[in-house]
Structure formats: C-alpha cells, structure tokens
C-alpha cells in the first residue's frame, strides 16, 4: 500500500505542476454549467406556465425536470474528458523511455498502475466536488430530493472510475497520447451505443447489450436507485480495464 501511495503522489504532482488538468477542470466547470443554467431556464418557464393550471402544477418535479437532464449531460461530457486526463498516464513512460526502469524496479507493476489510477481518480473526485456547487444552488432555492442527488453523484463517481480504468489500459497500449486517448474514447463509445443495438434486438438480447451499457445502469442512480448489480458492473468493469493494462506490462516485462 506504502508503495502504491508514493506513485499517486507522484501521479498527482504531475497532475498539478501541468496545465492539462486545469484545461480538462476549466471546461468541464464551463460547459457543465452551460448546461445547468439553459436547463434551469428551460425549468423557470415550464414551471411559470404549468403554474397556471393546478394539475400540470402538481406535476412539476425538479429533480426528473433538472437533474436527470443535466446528470446525463454530465455523462456525455465525461465521455470527451476522462480520456483527455488518462492518456499520458502509462503512455508518457514509453515516450520518455523511462518504461524500462518501471518494469525493473523493485516496485510491483500492480502498484505503479494502482497508483497511477488512483491519482486520476482523486483528481476527477475533486473536478466532481466543484460540480456540487450547481446542486447547492437549487437545494437553497428549491426543495429537491436530496437522495437521487446523492446516489447521482455517486454513478457519476462510478462510471467515471470505468472511463479512467479504460484510459489506462488505452495509455498502456502505445506511446502517442492522442492515438491513447482515441482508444479510450472509442472504447467508451463503443460500449455505450450497445444500449442503442439492444433496442432493436430480440428480447433475449436485449436485456444482455442493455446489462453491457454504462448508460443503463446510470439511469438507476439518477432515479435514487442503488441496486447491487449496478454496484457490480461498474466495480467489474474498473477491475477489468485495470487488469488488461497490468497484463500488457507483464507481457512487456517478459518479452
């Protein structure tokens, strides 16, 4: 663990001495609240006309109205970024021809992946923290429910952990950061349009591509539903991607 944490802290400096995770930080804050506000304005509107009409009053709902749609915006956004913060990660080592000290030293190539990861996620928990700011605006002008709010977060905190352990198997796979990162984000694109498939195939495939889709079990969350299966999937799917790269570096160490 000693091991693991000296990589993130290492991880984390490169993170903070570079301007990239400022650039990723500055316009994922920008285009997400490009988001918050036309949806909340879209909301003032609807809301002044439904108010009109007590039944349409009564059917108002500021979390389906505004949450779901910017939470799945945010989503589609992370889809873009993540790639953009993971791709120098393990790719960087072969540009700068300092892979082979890594793959000789006395750390364990699990720790220096680990570590890695961990630095991109700590770093993505902290660009996801920032985003709290628009939920405590309408939660001091509004009366939403706080549960969805909480286990939104908590998706997004999820399927980020997917896309980031996705980036690092893509960076592990070549030296060129932006071949790295087209990987990454065609892997994630990839997985995600499975849920488009599903709609149109049979009612045995369905259910599978529908399960394979990120989207889908995000959509839980959204609603305030934390099942464990979707726990699972996103667990699964992190362990996965980081397994693939900690097996491409053990072929590379026994080449």
């Given amino acids: ?142 009366n939403p429910q706080i549960v969805p709010l909480v286990t939104a977060y908590l998706g997004l905190f999820l399927m980020g952990a997917v896309f980031i352990a996705i980036g690092i198997f893509a960076s592990s796979l070549t030296e060129n950061q932006i071949i790295a990162a087209v990987i990454s984000f065609s892997t994630i694109l990839l997985i995600w349009v499975i849920s488009w498939i599903g709609e149109g195939a049979g009612a045995g495939w369905k259910g599978i591509l529908s399960y394979l889709s990120f989207f889908s079990h995000f959509q839980n969350m959204i609603k305030g539903v934390v099942d464990t299966k979707d726990i699972v999937y996103y667990l699964s799917f992190s362990f996965m991607g980081i397994y693939f790269a900690y097996t491409v570096f053990e072929f590379k160490k026994w080449r």
């Fill in 1 to 142: 663990m000693r091991n693991i944490w000296i990589i993130t802290k290492k991880e984390l400096k490169g993170f903070l001495y570079t301007p990239i995770a400022y650039i990723i930080t500055a316009f994922f804050l920008l285009v997400s609240g490009f988001f918050f506000y036309n949806i909340v304005v879209w909301f003032s509107g609807q809301s002044a006309r439904m108010m009109q009409n007590p039944y349409y009053a009564n059917q108002l709902n500021l979390n389906k109205m505004v949450f779901e749609s910017y939470f799945n915006n945010l989503a589609i956004i992370l889809m873009f970024l993540l790639p953009l913060l993971t791709m120098r990660l393990l790719s960087d080592e072969r540009r700068m021809r300092t892979e082979e000290l890594l793959l000789t030293s006395p750390l364990k190539i699990s720790s220096i992946i680990l570590g890695k990861y961990l630095a991109a996620l700590i770093i993505y928990s902290l660009i996801l923290m920032l985003t709290a700011t628009h939920s405590i605006f309408i939660i001091i002008h509004g």
